[in-house]
């Protein structure tokens, strides 16, 4: 289904009932409303980034449920589309830490590098922010989590904001790096995300463990 090695990966996961119900909901549901991202898009974050070449895990609730934003990868939205507050936001504190002033939304050039880019619940109705809670994505990708978490080579886990921040109980592996702060939204940024430095700080740690840093 996503033609990686994520496929061997999550076999056993994607024979489990759970997951077959949530199959043929998300089926109906692309057939009865405008669902985000397309259809194609949804698995992307793993496509784009395969299980042995994750470094950074960067977590997103559900999909950006406006027109067009959505593509597969959390927080990133198509180029042409206006920029969300909270990818504003993510770019501010980067400019702030590593001095890069980033203006390209697609984040897709992270997530060939080994930035992960998922979310939680992968796909929303428009309009309609989580719409497609606990019908199944959620424990699908809580186990990516796991999986991830049990690995020997080391990944950062960047958990932004309460919810995401809930799931580092699934690493247990000591040799992770789990940065964690308030989330980028303008109603939270402000309390503890800028002036964090996610950025600089993944970097360094990828290079103590010999691991090429993200471009950002």
């Not at 590593?98 to 929303?124: C, E, F, P, Y």
């Not at 800028?194 to 993944?202: C, E, N, R």
Request: glycine content about 6%.
């Amino acid at each position: 289904m996503i033609n990686k090695k994520w496929d061997v990966i999550l076999k056993e996961e994607m024979k489990k009932e759970y997951f077959k119900n949530l199959g043929i909901f998300i089926k109906d549901q692309y057939n009865k409303k405008t669902i985000y991202p397309k259809y194609k898009d949804i698995f992307n974050a793993l496509r784009y980034t395969d299980y042995d070449e994750v470094k950074v895990v960067i977590l997103g609730q559900d999909p950006y449920h406006g027109e067009n934003e959505a593509h597969g990868l959390s927080f990133s939205v198509k180029e042409g589309v206006k920029m969300p507050p909270s990818l504003m936001n993510i770019f501010k504190e980067l400019d702030s830490d590593l001095h890069i002033k980033r203006t390209k939304t697609d984040l897709t050039d992270w997530a060939k590098q080994g930035v992960l880019l998922l979310n939680s619940i992968m796909t929303v109705v428009k309009d309609t922010p989580l719409s497609h809670k606990n019908k199944g994505w959620e424990i699908f990708t809580d186990r990516l989590i796991e999986i991830l978490g049990e690995r020997e080579k080391p990944i950062v886990f960047i958990f932004w904001g309460s919810y995401a921040r809930s799931k580092k109980e699934l690493i247990k592996n000591k040799k992770h790096l789990i940065l964690e702060s308030v989330h980028p939204s303008p109603l939270s940024a402000s309390r503890g995300f800028f002036g964090s430095k996610p950025f600089s700080k993944t970097n360094n740690f990828l290079i103590k463990n010999n691991i090429e840093p993200i471009k950002w």
